[in-house]
């Protein structure tokens, strides 16, 4: 346990895979948790579920409209009383080769991948300096350290997460916030499920492990950057990756 009870938790992309983990993982430490995810119906039977663990606030959202997200953290900050840790979790791919790749394709990668996560921190960063106290924890990629064939626009959008996380880190943690970012590397989410299973075994065959990762393996490292544990822990990098990359 990290000594989290009482503090609220945003956490994006929170219906299924990671984003759920980690929002599973924070009501376990006692944390009131609020999750939006775009897809509506996910986002209610995770609601289901979750609410049975603790203190859960649910909206359905897209992060890439700044103003549905300023709205989401002040429903957030009215529900519970604070804003102390916002996970940026959500994500999503659209993949093709460059030359195939059209700019729409492109632009929507960074909207929702770089721009939300922007989105969620100009919200919650002011609540989080009236406090004196925060935790953002924003999520990349191995594809923005290796490149990923296909992922021109993902890998574009999870090297920006790097470079801001650790320009905003040196920002802010004079007023008491921590910003972090990780790497997680090749995990069982509803994204690589997709993935033909011969193909999904195959590639675990390269990996070091020699298996994926489980979204609860990077939920609990979510849960450390969020605690006071990891308050000397700042513009960090933090590859989850079973030594992928």
Same mark, same amino acid.
């Given at each position: 346990?990290?000594?989290?009870?009482?503090?609220?938790?945003?956490?994006?992309?929170?219906?299924?895979?990671?984003?759920?983990?980690?929002?599973?993982?924070?009501?376990?430490?006692?944390?009131?948790?609020?999750?939006?995810?775009?897809?509506?119906?996910?986002?209610?039977?995770?609601?289901?579920?979750?609410?049975?663990?603790?203190?859960?606030?649910?909206?359905?959202?897209?992060?890439?409209?700044?103003?549905?997200?300023?709205?989401?953290?002040?429903?957030?900050?009215?529900?519970?009383? #604070? =804003?102390?840790? @916002?996970?940026? *979790?959500? /994500?999503?791919?659209?993949? &093709?080769?460059?030359?195939?790749?059209?700019?729409?394709?492109?632009?929507?990668?960074?909207?929702?991948?770089?721009?939300?996560?922007?989105?969620?921190?100009?919200?919650?960063?002011?609540?989080?300096?009236?406090?004196?106290?925060?935790?953002?924890?924003?999520?990349? #990629? =191995?594809?923005? @350290?290796?490149? *990923?064939? /296909?992922?021109?626009?993902? &890998?574009?959008?999870?090297?920006?997460?790097?470079?801001?996380?650790?320009?905003?880190?040196?920002?802010?943690?004079?007023?008491?916030?921590?910003?972090?970012?990780?790497?997680?590397?090749?995990?069982?989410?509803?994204?690589?499920?997709?993935?033909?299973?011969?193909?999904?075994?195959?590639?675990?065959?390269?990996?070091?492990?020699?298996?994926?990762?489980?979204?609860?393996?990077?939920?609990?490292?979510?849960?450390?950057?969020?605690?006071?544990?990891?308050?000397?822990?700042?513009?960090?990098?933090?590859?989850?990756?079973?030594?992928?990359?």
């Amino acid at each position: 346990m990290y000594h989290l009870e009482g503090k609220t938790a945003i956490v994006t992309g929170g219906a299924v895979g990671i984003g759920y983990a980690i929002a599973e993982r924070f009501l376990e430490e006692g944390m009131n948790v609020a999750i939006c995810d775009i897809a509506a119906e996910k986002l209610e039977q995770a609601k289901k579920s979750l609410s049975e663990k603790g203190n859960l606030y649910c909206e359905a959202i897209d992060i890439s409209d700044y103003d549905a997200v300023v709205q989401f953290v002040k429903n957030v900050y009215d529900t519970f009383g #604070s =804003v102390d840790v @916002l996970a940026n *979790n959500a /994500g999503m791919a659209r993949d &093709a080769q460059f030359y195939k790749m059209d700019i729409e394709q492109f632009r929507k990668i960074i909207d929702v991948n770089l721009m939300g996560s922007v989105n969620m921190c100009k919200a919650c960063v002011p609540y989080m300096m009236d406090q004196h106290y925060g935790k953002i924890i924003n999520c990349s #990629s =191995v594809a923005a @350290l290796s490149g *990923n064939f /296909g992922q021109t626009n993902y &890998a574009a959008a999870k090297g920006a997460l790097l470079s801001y996380t650790h320009t905003m880190g040196k920002e802010l943690m004079r007023h008491g916030i921590n910003v972090n970012v990780i790497i997680p590397g090749a995990v069982l989410t509803d994204m690589t499920m997709a993935i033909p299973k011969e193909i999904r075994e195959a590639k675990a065959k390269t990996f070091p492990a020699k298996r994926w990762g489980e979204p609860r393996e990077l939920a609990n490292v979510y849960a450390f950057l969020a605690s006071d544990e990891a308050s000397w822990i700042n513009c960090a990098s933090v590859q989850v990756d079973g030594g992928y990359f």
